[in-house]
């Protein structure tokens, strides 16, 4: 599995933002995927993830103003992000959970990271 995430920068308060992710590779099968954020010095955290049956969830902070979707077709997950805060600076990481053809057990794989700068 891999991933390849694109798509930050930097956006001024109140303006949107695009991150999109790509899975590639065979053999494998993808539950859920998700958007993650991390400042310097704090944990990880969720900001978006859909399941494989489209159920999503959001962070309190983003709800309303972020949106998920997948093309599970292209093995993409992109996350909209509108009404941006400065609050929501962080590094980015496109996260997929998956199993292999034949396994039971889930695995997860994180992208390298994009970041977004939201400037006031």
């Known amino acids: 599995v891999q991933l390849q995430a694109s798509g930050g920068g930097l956006v001024q308060a109140g303006g949107s933002l695009r991150l999109s992710c790509a899975a590639s590779?065979?053999?494998?099968?993808?539950?859920?995927m998700g958007w993650y954020r991390q400042v310097p010095g704090y944990q990880r955290e969720l900001v978006a993830s859909?399941?494989?049956?489209?159920?999503?969830n959001y962070a309190e902070s983003v709800e309303g103003r972020f949106f998920i979707s997948r093309d599970y077709a292209k093995k993409t997950v992109s996350l909209q992000m509108n009404n941006v805060k400065p609050e929501d600076t962080a590094v980015y990481y496109c996260?997929?959970?998956?199993?292999?053809?034949?396994?039971?057990?889930?695995?997860?794989?994180w992208g390298q990271g994009t970041l977004v700068t939201v400037s006031s």
């Open positions: 996260n997929v959970a998956f199993r292999y053809y034949g396994r039971s057990n889930i695995r997860d794989y």
């Open positions: 590779g065979s053999g494998f099968i993808i539950d859920a």
């Open positions: 859909m399941s494989s049956s489209g159920v999503t």
